[in-house]
């Protein structure tokens, strides 16, 4: 990148000044009762103003201790230092996710999560980038044919969009491209009728009651987690007999062997299939939604987007080796993970007494830390509410603290796939920015919202228009 392209992107955002919009901040704690009924709602909508800059807080709800890490001190005791202490997932996520994904890595901990993080993030680390690079670039240029047969002007729900783009991305990169192709619809679908039907707010857990204590499941539950096991046994049954020639994460996790040499069970497979089914696709699907939200509001970072795509891929598609020629690309879709998190909670439950800051946190308190705030710390942040993704550029003196800027997670539990889906959304952008922009449909109020992850609503209405912007 030249130093002129990185001062006009300076300058552009500086005389731009682009907030991109958040829920209402009180500037002080709503009563209990409230903050329950708008957690339930909204998680983003129940943080007062000063909130955003403590640095950690301590409350209790009942029996149980709630402690929030919000300064890069902290969050590198409790998510590094003191990892073994607060590894485990808190109970809300474990009794959310555990009809699904029984024992998979993103919920199980000790000896289990050690040996399954031993095997899986293996298979999707960077290392493995060039084998599933192509298919984000093809997945995405036939997106591309698609909104150029829809032709200027035709209004899509770019939410949905993106949310097929990963789902069909991850689908071919778990079960293989042509296994992939055919059941990424109806796998999507399971997962997306299972999260509606879960409540992440299990207000029992919260309360601090014990997790022996029968918790009231919706019975639709059991048959959405019937309908996607189904489905996966099915794959591995194809996968099985068919003895695919591509490799894919699914033969990788059938050839792959415990510490004792014995190959993972199935279920275990069906488990690590839909983890990383479940963890790799909706994040990155709400990265590029939200992406192509705040460009639709900022047009000089879309026209800079557009300069950077034009000169540095020449007018080829890209492949793995042009992403290190895409900085402001990278910082654009940087920024809008720190200003919205796809995953905006990390909640955690302490294993045993200990304590964050030297300040005393008990067993089984709900530790957490809140990218949502710590992103937007004004101790840490200038501008922090601002839309400026030159911060993220290489030769920006701003850039962020590694325990401060925490998208993924930190420390040993940080996401398995960020490589994978840093890079995928690099590609994605630079894939349908080469040709297009999005235009927000003029009746669209866009607003953030958060359930299991941090989505732009329930739609994202916005009109396709060539990328070449007028004048
Ligand atoms: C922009 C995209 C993504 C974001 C923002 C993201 C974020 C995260 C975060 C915050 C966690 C930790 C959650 C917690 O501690 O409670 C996590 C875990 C995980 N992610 Fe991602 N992720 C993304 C994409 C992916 C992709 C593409 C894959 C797979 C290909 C993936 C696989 C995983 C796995 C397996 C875990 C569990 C790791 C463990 O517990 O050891 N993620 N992710």
Redo the contacts with the bound molecule.
């Keep these: 990148m030249s130093a002129a392209f990185s001062e006009r992107a300076m300058q552009a955002e500086s005389a731009a000044a682009y907030t991109p919009p958040y829920p209402f901040r009180s500037e002080s704690t709503p009563p209990l009762w409230e903050l329950i009924g708008t957690a339930r709602k909204n998680f983003l909508a129940i943080w007062a103003t000063s909130d955003f800059s403590n640095k950690t807080m301590n409350h209790k709800i009942l029996t149980r201790q709630i402690f929030i890490c919000n300064s890069p001190e902290s969050v590198k005791e409790a998510f590094v230092t003191k990892h073994d202490i607060y590894q485990r ?1 808190s109970p809300q ?1 474990r009794h959310a996710l555990e009809p699904l994904l029984g024992d998979g ?2 919920i199980s901990d000790g000896e289990i ?1 050690q040996q399954r ?1 031993k095997i ?1 993030a293996p298979i ?1 680390h960077a290392s493995r980038l060039p084998q599933f690079s192509p298919i984000m670039v093809d997945t995405a240029r036939a997106m591309s044919s698609a909104w150029r047969e829809l032709g200027d002007g035709a209004e899509i729900d770019a939410l949905t969009q993106m949310a097929h783009l990963t789902a069909e991305i ?1 689908s071919r990169t778990i079960f293989g491209q042509q296994l992939g192709h055919d059941y990424a619809d109806t796998i999507v679908k399971g997962f997306t009728d299972y999260q509606k039907a879960i409540d992440q707010m299990d207000i029992t857990s919260l309360l601090g009651l014990p997790d022996w204590l029968p918790r009231f499941r919706r019975p639709s539950i059991k048959q959405k987690v019937k309908a996607i096991r189904d489905i996966l046994d099915d794959i591995i049954d194809s996968h099985q007999s068919q003895q695919p020639t591509e490799e894919s994460v699914l033969s990788r996790l059938l050839d792959a062997k415990d510490p004792d040499g014995k190959p993972l069970s199935r279920d275990a497979i069906a488990n690590e299939a839909a ?2 089914f479940m ?2 696709h909706e ?2 699907a709400n ?1 590029l939604a939200w992406a192509w939200y705040i460009l639709s509001q900022a047009p000089w970072a879309a026209e800079l987007l557009h300069d950077e795509i034009t000169t540095a891929l020449s007018g080829q598609p890209p492949t793995i080796k042009d992403v290190p020629r895409l900085p402001y690309t990278r910082a654009i879709i940087e920024e809008t ?1 720190r200003l919205y ?3 905006p909670i ?2 955690r439950e302490a294993l045993n007494d200990s304590t964050i800051m030297d300040r005393p946190v008990k067993k089984k308190a709900l530790l957490m830390a809140v990218p949502w705030l710590l992103h937007r710390n004004p101790e840490y942040w200038d501008y922090a509410d601002e839309f400026r993704p030159s911060r993220f550029l290489p030769e920006s003196k701003a850039r962020p603290s590694k325990h401060g800027y925490i ?3 930190v420390g040993p ?1 940080v ?4 490589a ?3 890079t ?2 690099i590609l994605c952008l630079a894939v349908l920015a080469r040709e297009f922009r999005l235009e927000l449909a003029s009746d669209a109020d866009i607003k953030p919202v958060c359930r299991l992850t941090l989505r732009p609503g329930n739609a994202l209405p916005m009109i396709v228009r060539p990328s070449v912007l007028p004048g």
């Design positions: 997932k996520m890595l993103f999560w993080r899986v999707v991850i983890v990383i963890a790799g994040t990155t990265t993970l998190p796809p995953v990390l909640a998208p993924f997670a539990r996401c398995a796939g960020l994978f889906g840093l995928e959304a």
